[in-house]
């Protein structure tokens, strides 16, 4: 079987792509960690900060390394030793609750985690994980990001592997239950009866 450039340009659309709302999510939850200055200097990467530059340029290079868009390390990993791993997650609303099945909860989970060794913050004496908490909350809640407003409804630390103090974020909102359908490059509704297309 042959692969194209085309091949390679339909996979890469998926970023953008409506259809899935898990990979567009995950891309906007990208952009909006590497755009942020404070983020990114707390999170403390002496390797990777020489390359960033006064316009931002070169903070796409954290990504993978000190921004996960999963909830796993890799223990020989010594590039960092501070991290922001997130999830999302999509569960319908109970058929009888007071909302139409058309619905579901969308759960967007940070797992911010520091090594015991580097835990306090230089500029503030305070842990790293409570204060990428801080930020990507004040960055998060009652954003509208995914279209609707999105609110905190869980803040829990934890240890991890006896070396990393962790704190978890989740926050929720209620967003249409797959909905839509991309057809030929154009978002229509496509659930159950609905043939009404986006303009």
């Given at each position: ?19 899935s ?10 952009e ?8 990114i200097?707390v ?8 390359n ?73 004496g305070?842990?790293?994980?409570d ?10 809640n009652f954003s509208?990001y ?12 934890s ?11 989740t926050?929720?909102?209620e967003?249409?239950?797959?909905l839509?359908?991309?057809v ?16």
């Amino acid at each position: 079987m042959n692969w194209t450039r085309e091949d390679t340009e339909k996979l890469l659309s998926l970023k953008t792509n409506m259809d899935s709302d898990d990979i567009r999510i995950k891309e906007k939850i990208k952009e909006v960690l590497l755009n942020n200055k404070y983020i990114i200097h707390v999170l403390d990467n002496k390797e990777l900060e020489v390359n960033v530059e006064e316009d931002g340029a070169g903070v796409e290079e954290y990504f993978g390394v000190n921004i996960l868009p999963y909830f796993l390390i890799n223990p020989v990993q010594h590039a960092a030793e501070t991290y922001i791993g997130y999830e999302i997650s999509f569960n319908s609303t109970e058929r009888y609750s007071r909302v139409s099945s058309s619905y579901r909860d969308l759960s967007i989970i940070f797992q911010i985690l520091s090594n015991y060794k580097v835990l306090i913050n230089e500029d503030t004496g305070i842990p790293k994980h409570d204060l990428l908490a801080a930020l990507i909350t004040d960055q998060f809640n009652f954003s509208t990001y995914f279209g609707q407003s999105i609110y905190l409804v869980s803040d829990v630390p934890s240890v991890v592997d006896n070396d990393f103090a962790c704190r978890t974020l989740t926050f929720r909102q209620e967003t249409d239950n797959g909905l839509v359908k991309t057809v030929n490059g154009v978002p229509q509704f496509a659930n159950k009866n609905k043939r009404m297309h986006f303009t």
